[in-house]
Each structure stands twice: as structure tokens, then as C-alpha cells.
Nanobody, 119 residues
Framework: QVQAVESGGGLVQPGGSLRLSCVAS????????VGWYRQAPGKGRESVAS???????VYADSVKGRFTISRDDAKNTVYLQMNNLKPEDTAVYYC?????????????WGQGTQVTVSS
């Protein structure tokens, strides 16, 4: 079993920046594709960014040029650098991890971290 714990959310003003982190812990696994999702009040969960183990990245159009996803496999950590934040970025952000365990691909979710962009 793998646990994913997110941190780094908070309250920021428009134009500000935050960096979210997601640390995966467990035994006998390696990260495969990782990503970030978000869910705003009254809306469904949407994909923000994804990053494969080969380095391929896909961003939602709404965050291109502002957000950067990265990973540090040595630390089993996924990051989301968020710059020039806008009020519409306000949401709960969830990390999404696919991990290889005993040659099987498993999926795990973080608990979510609140990002609020407001003046």
C-alpha cells in the first residue's frame, strides 16, 4: 500500500505563488505516471497536469504558462509550482499517483489541500 500526503496549500493574493508537494510513502514501489487534479466548489474534479515517468507532460489549457509539474523520484515526491495565481484557481488540489508494485500498476490519491486565491 502507498500513502500520498499533500502539503503547501493556503491563502494567497491574486498574482501570488504557491508550491504544492505530494510525498508518497510505502515499501516496494516506484512511481509511474503522476498528476494533479483540482475540484472547485460546485464543480467536478478536473485534471490540471500530468507527468509520465518518461517526462511527457500535459497541462490543462487554463494553467499553461503558469503551473509547472515536476517530480523527484529519489524522494518519491511530486510538485506543482503555481505562479500568477488567479481567483478561479481556488479549489482543493489532489495529487494522483500511479505506482508499480510487484509488476502491477496501482492508483493512489492524496487527501487534498486547499488553495484559496483572494484579495
Amino acid at each position: 500500500q502507498v500513502q500520498a500526503v499533500e502539503s503547501g496549500g493556503g491563502l494567497v493574493q491574486p498574482g501570488g505563488s504557491l508550491r504544492l508537494s505530494c510525498v508518497a510513502s510505502g515499501i516496494g514501489f516506484r512511481l509511474n505516471t503522476v498528476g494533479w487534479y483540482r475540484q472547485a466548489p460546485g464543480k467536478g474534479r478536473e485534471s490540471v497536469a500530468s507527468l509520465t515517468d518518461a517526462g511527457a507532460i500535459v497541462y490543462a489549457d487554463s494553467v499553461k504558462g503558469r503551473f509547472t509539474i515536476s517530480r523527484d523520484d529519489a524522494k518519491n515526491t511530486v510538485y506543482l509550482q503555481m505562479n500568477n495565481l488567479k481567483p478561479e484557481d481556488t479549489a482543493v488540489y489532489y495529487c494522483h499517483i500511479k505506482a508499480i508494485m510487484s509488476s502491477l500498476l496501482r492508483t493512489y490519491w492524496g487527501q487534498g489541500t486547499q488553495v484559496t486565491v483572494s484579495s
